[in-house]
């Protein structure tokens, strides 16, 4: 038998640029006047300047929109004007597509403006954890070309690619390589190329929409360029660019034109370093995106295997393997995939899942020898994949040193006992069947609680979350049953209430009830009385 271990690791932080000294220039204060000074790169370092790449979405948020809906709902929404809503106060428009803009609907628009402009308009709302999550697909994407990248979100990357340069033939060919893998994502992007990631970020936000032309600017251009760029480039709050333009501050240029120490005093000192960051006076440190770690181990059998017996002896040899790699990386699993393939019908797949995370892999032996054996094959099964997708930290152990003997906390002991019970009969007698109570945001008894499948984390119990005054039964029936005469039923004596629920009136399901506690000869139950009907009195649950 043939095997192979994939692990795909997460890439290494990185510091942008080394610390760099502060030197203040003749003439211009220092930092004992609050102001930062000029820190200019030494003359040797001039030639290790690092070459930042940045990636900016126009349509962003139009396209995760759309990428979230079925094929048909999505092919009919193309060919017509569509436009994509932000979630503020006034709906603003943040991306419109060919159609809409022809029609003269612009991002920043207020919801009433687009209307106006175009009646046929289709609006969507905007899904900002679908931005995120792709965002953050797109930028382990982008680490096949860099271990640097970084998010900035909503909507743009920034690569530092001057080691990939040569790799790639050069920056044109880097590029090229870029978009068409862009294209075939249906994606497109504004590209720019600069010694600095702030500078890079405003020449991209500064195209115009629809020119995703690459720009590359020298560090010798760089101060010219972005001299010309409008201050709304910087992303800066709306209050600030009100300020300036007051005082006529319209462009990057004319904003170094003004004295450092009153700018400070106007803008802040935060934005100040903005300013000395984009032409590299000031070093920005920023975290390199981490992918999470993923291992795979993949093995082609020499025979076909029809026996789950010797099925799961192959399988333990993956399992050391993994344990081994957890062991190494300090790492740990709460839920392991496995995919048997078969040569001709559908693969069978298997999911072990751990109740807290382990790095200990007899305890998932355990858990597959008792799925194996509930197991039939299909067909005889040609290649083994294990997967998985979620490595967590290991927690260590408190270890004696004189005894020896690893040591836990009893509260932990109890919960790993717990877990284990729970694990074994998930996997015997399926996810679904070892229920548990949960509260439901309604003050309707017959609605206020449910069923889900159980987890060590569950909510706390119920009774937990009951006020203090009034005691509620866990046995509710399904139909309240009505008592002729309520102080005929057993002797029943009132020992606590009323409680006067009132509810249900958005759903056409009003109730008006008075609730007690009552007590018979043998037991307690609960009990109210209808408002709003006529039969009287109801038992709706029994107390144990």
Not at 234 to 261: D, K, M, Q, V, Y
């Amino acid at each position: 038998m043939s095997s192979s271990a994939r692990v795909t690791m997460p890439s290494t932080v990185m510091p942008i640029a080394p610390s760099l000294p502060a030197r203040p220039p003749i003439g211009l204060p220092t930092e004992t006047s609050g102001v930062p000074p000029i820190t200019t790169p030494p003359q040797a370092r001039r030639k290790r300047k690092q070459v930042w790449l940045a990636l900016h979405f126009a349509d962003w948020p139009l396209h995760v929109t759309l990428q979230g809906m079925p094929l048909p709902q999505r092919e009919k929404l193309t060919t017509q004007p569509l436009a994509v809503l932000d979630q503020d106060r006034q709906r603003h428009v943040l991306a419109a597509n060919r159609i809409a803009a022809l029609q003269g609907v612009r991002p920043g628009h207020t919801l009433n403006a687009a209307l106006a402009l175009c009646s046929q308009l289709q609006l969507l709302s905007r899904d900002v954890a679908a931005e995120q999550t792709m965002l953050n697909e797109l930028a382990a994407w982008a680490q096949r070309f860099t271990p640097v990248v970084n998010v900035e979100a909503p909507n743009e990357l920034l690569l530092e690619v001057r080691g990939s340069l040569h790799l790639f033939g050069g920056a044109a060919v880097l590029l090229q390589t870029i978009e068409r893998e862009l294209r075939l994502q249906q994606l497109s992007a504004r590209m720019a190329l600069s010694s600095t990631p702030r500078a890079s970020l405003c020449l991209t936000r500064a195209q115009r929409a629809g020119d995703n032309a690459m720009q590359r600017v020298t560090p010798t251009q760089l101060k010219a360029t972005l001299s010309a760029l409008s201050l709304r480039c910087l992303h800066w709050p709306e209050t600030i660019e009100t300020r300036l333009a007051r005082f006529g501050i319209l462009r990057l240029g004319e904003l170094w034109r003004l004295p450092r120490a009153d700018l400070a005093r106007r803008i802040g000192v935060k934005y100040l370093r903005e300013l000395d960051a984009l032409l590299g006076r000031h070093v920005e440190l920023r975290s390199a995106y981490k992918s999470a770690p993923v291992y795979r181990d993949r093995m082609l059998l020499d025979f076909e295997m029809s026996s789950t017996q010797l099925l799961e002896q192959v399988l333990l040899s993956t399992l050391q393997r993994l344990q081994q790699y957890l062991r190494e990386h300090d790492l740990a699993l709460s839920r392991v995939s496995i995919e048997l393939k078969h040569r001709e019908l559908e693969s069978t797949r298997l999911t072990i899942g751990l109740a807290t995370p382990t790095a200990e892999m007899k305890r998932v032996a355990g858990l597959l020898h008792e799925r194996l054996q509930r197991l039939i094959l299909p067909e005889p099964v040609v290649e083994i994949k294990l997967c998985v997708k979620q490595l967590l930290a290991a927690q260590g152990r408190v270890a004696d040193m004189l005894a020896g003997i690893t040591q836990q906390r009893p509260a932990q002991s109890q919960l790993d006992l717990l877990g284990r019970l729970l694990e074994r009969l998930q996997i015997r007698l399926g996810k679904d069947a070892i229920q548990c109570l949960r509260l439901h945001a309604d003050h309707r008894p017959e609605y206020a609680q449910c069923k889900s499948p159980a987890t060590l984390h569950s909510e706390a119990p119920i009774h937990e979350h009951l006020p203090a005054c009034m005691s509620r039964p866990l046995w509710l029936l399904t139909e309240p049953q009505a008592l002729p005469v309520h102080k005929s039923f057993g002797d029943l004596q009132l020992i606590q209430g009323p409680e006067r629920i009132e509810s249900g009136w958005w759903n056409d399901v009003p109730i008006k009830r008075d609730y007690y506690v009552a007590r018979t000869q043998h037991r307690s139950c609960w009990v109210f009385k209808d408002l709003l009907s006529p039969s009287g009195w109801f038992v709706h649950g029994w107390f144990g």
